[in-house]
């Protein structure tokens, strides 16, 4: 990641890259350089935002925090957590910021608790703040009322509360009646300590904390989140930006089930015109399938089992076809809807939901039995019925990969796309090792024979003399990012996935990083995971030095706490796209995870 340094908060045109990202296993807020929180949902990631002025300037409300004064900042997280500090410099003085959503003493409490607390370093920083809720896209007006000296924020169902210590006398803001909200400031000394905690609950009886405990409950979570990284395991390569990368998908993981969220926000867009918005509140399968291979890698073991168990429960319960994305407790999303705000600096739509909900994608096939392979291999053994359904759904490849899919990536075009093949190879070359194991009942005979004819397959129409390169789907000459996974998949790590690699740097690549398939590049920005599969696909197919190059290069890409977003422009390096976001940090941790199976020590000493 970039090397910190003090800078003053941006005035330029708008960029993703601002935000830093805090969490407590069920929700997560973002936070800008400025101090603002223009993104939390409440209660659950996937609610509507109380706070959402990151995709509704007008009436998305935020939570403000900063010097009332000229100043520079510098940020980055509590070394091994999720927790943020932040350093603002005055000519009157030094303070620093802290803000973690607070977790309790025996994991995650019962309603969301921000507590910011600041501390005076040096002279004296007179601070300002203001705790303003929105209209959760439209959908609900909220009030402010005074109850016993304090003041109650309302919204729907949802009720908040403003407490502090040391934060300056609460007071309702008259300016702007369509917009209640509470404010105040106060002013540090050398030594002095404030705290300002917003706390709410959804559809329940409000808890109004001690301040006291709050402060314990900061001291808490940090040590909470280094108990967390202590479990974590990773000696190579790389190590802070990997394990930052484990951090941020640790945010995403939605505790009360097990699944792990695609983002952690809706609707940012992939480009400055609009209509590639999109809600990855949800937890897809493939997703979960790279997550798995990583925390067992990292010896993770509780989150692995709670990981798997849910999608295998879910899978089970949703009827016979997995489906290619669940709600975060595990039921079959349904519909999409747009709401009348603005959108990320007037970049629309903003929705909920997300249209893939019922497309068929047959890499998921692929993606669930690697989930299940990676969980056996690290030593583990499936259930009865896990097996079953297992088997049933090999013979369900069986018949279905013939058909032609939506692909990857979500497409309305169905075609015959080459990676989608490979995925149900994938599967069922998992399957005949998960059975050989002894792992799922049945004759492995006929999956081994179905593998092969996709093989077959694949090596007629899904490679093109003509590109020199597997191509995107039979007949053309387009090419996928998304065939570089089966580089690591075992497919292809010979001459034609060397070829492919020069083929897609050749016609996608914008420096180091690429476009995720041919023509895309009209339409949006540089896919981050893209490049790092790249890196990857280069350690497989031997071509060692050109992996670490490239990894040198990309893991300099994130934001200056380290987290990547969807998208980066080839231009000037903005963010765009949903963040932090699960794929690509998927991507780092899996490409330093291969180029340190694949790649000599000596070529690795110093990173």
Aim: include cysteine; proline fraction near 6%.
């Amino acid at each position: 990641m970039p090397p910190a340094s003090d800078t003053p908060p941006s005035t330029d045109a708008p960029d993703l890259r601002e935000y830093a990202a805090i969490g407590d296993g069920r929700t997560v807020a973002l936070i800008g350089r400025r101090g603002q929180v223009d993104w939390l949902p409440v209660p659950n990631l996937d609610s509507m935002p109380v706070f959402a002025r990151l995709v509704d300037d007008d009436t998305g409300g935020c939570i403000e925090l900063e010097p009332d004064e000229e100043y520079t900042v510098r940020r980055r997280y509590v070394p091994r957590t999720n927790v943020l500090e932040t350093t603002y410099r005055t000519r009157n003085g030094r303070a620093r910021v802290t803000d973690a959503l607070v977790t309790g003493v025996a994991g995650r409490l019962p309603w969301a608790e921000l507590a910011r607390r600041v501390e005076g370093l040096r002279g004296s920083i007179r601070f300002r703040w203001r705790v303003q809720p929105g209209t959760r896209l439209q959908t609900a007006a909220p009030w402010v009322e005074r109850q016993d000296g304090v003041s109650i924020l309302r919204v729907g169902d949802v009720s908040l509360a403003v407490v502090g210590d040391g934060h300056g006398e609460p007071e309702p803001a008259a300016d702007d009646p369509a917009a209640p909200s509470v404010h105040g400031g106060f002013a540090t000394a050398e030594g002095s300590r404030h705290v300002l905690i917003v706390v709410a609950t959804d559809g329940e009886p409000l808890h109004l904390p001690d301040p006291g405990n709050v402060q314990r409950g900061i001291d808490r979570t940090i040590e909470g989140w280094r108990a967390w990284s202590r479990e974590f395991s990773y000696d190579g390569p790389w190590q802070e930006q990997v394990q930052r990368s484990a951090l941020a998908l640790k945010l995403l993981v939605y505790a009360p089930s097990g699944a792990i969220a695609a983002a952690a926000t809706t609707s940012l867009p992939e480009n400055p015109r609009g209509g590639k918005n999109w809600d990855y509140r949800f937890a897809w399968v493939r997703d979960l399938a790279y997550t798995a291979h990583a925390l067992v890698e990292f010896g993770l073991r509780e989150e692995t089992h709670a990981a798997i168990s849910w999608m295998l429960r879910t899978i089970r319960a949703g009827g016979s076809e997995p489906e290619v994305f669940y709600t975060l407790d595990g039921r079959i999303a349904d519909g999409v809807r747009t709401h009348d705000v603005g959108g990320w600096h007037g970049i629309g739509p903003v929705v909920t939901g997300n249209p893939a909900h019922g497309q068929l994608q047959l890499g998921v096939y692929g993606d669930l039995f690697a989930i299940c392979r990676t969980y056996v291999a690290a030593g583990n053994i499936l259930d009865v019925a896990t097996g079953r359904s297992l088997a049933a759904l090999a013979d369900r490849t069986c018949d279905l990969w013939r058909r032609p899919d939506s692909g990857m990536w979500e497409l309305p075009e169905i075609r015959h796309y080459t990676s989608s093949k490979m995925g149900c190879w994938q599967a069922l070359n998992d399957a005949v090792a998960l059975a050989e194991a002894g792992q799922i009942p049945g004759s492995p005979d006929r999956w081994r024979s179905e593998r092969d004819r996709i093989r077959e397959w694949v090596a007629e129409h899904g490679w093109s003399d003509e590109a020199g390169s597997y191509v995107m789907y039979p007949g053309t000459t387009d090419l996928d990012t998304s065939v570089l996974l089966h580089a690591e998949s075992g497919f292809d790590r010979g001459d034609r996935m060397a070829a492919t690699i020069d083929a897609i740097t050749r016609d996608l690549s914008a420096g180091a990083l690429l476009y995720r398939y041919t023509g895309v590049e009209s339409e949006e920005h540089t896919f981050v995971a893209s490049a790092f599969w790249r890196a990857s696909a280069l350690a497989c197919t031997g071509r060692h030095a050109d992996a670490v190059a490239a990894m040198d290069d990309l893991v300099e890409r994130s934001n200056d706490v380290g987290l990547f977003a969807e998208m980066i422009s080839e231009h000037d390096g903005r963010f765009w796209g949903n963040l932090p976001q699960a794929l690509s940090h998927l991507a780092v941790v899996n490409a330093a995870l291969r180029i340190r199976e694949l790649v000599p020590e000596r070529m690795l000493r110093g990173r």
